[in-house]
């Protein structure tokens, strides 16, 4: 989704990361790789854990997975299993 940012602001998608690292950890891995869309910290994993990313608050990383939430917070699709290269093709055709 990096590379395709065009894409997603086209679609009027709205890109938001969460991860169990800190600020910083954050703020250093979207530097370095270039990553334009905001992280969120989950470092007590209540996001990891709501979301079906983490079974308990003791897990080292969150599963890769997605969710799809309209303007009034609804939950659209889920996505359990996300392959990066194909995932934005998937949501968008989705999402038709």
Same mark, same amino acid.
């Not at 989704?1 to 997603?8: A, K, L, P």
């Given at each position: 989704? !990096?590379? !395709?940012?065009?894409?997603?602001e086209a679609a009027g998608l709205e890109v938001l990361g969460v991860s169990f690292d800190s600020v910083d950890e954050n703020r250093a891995f979207a530097e370095k790789f270039d990553f334009p869309f905001r992280l969120l910290c989950d470092t007590d994993r209540s996001i990891g854990m709501a979301y079906a990313a983490a079974r308990s608050a003791d897990e080292g990383y969150a599963r890769r997975i997605s969710y799809v939430i309209d303007e009034d917070g609804k939950v659209l699709l889920v996505y359990k299993k996300v392959d990066p290269k194909e995932h934005l093709d998937r949501i968008l055709s989705d999402l038709r």
């Open positions: 989704m !990096r590379d !395709r940012q065009s894409e997603t």
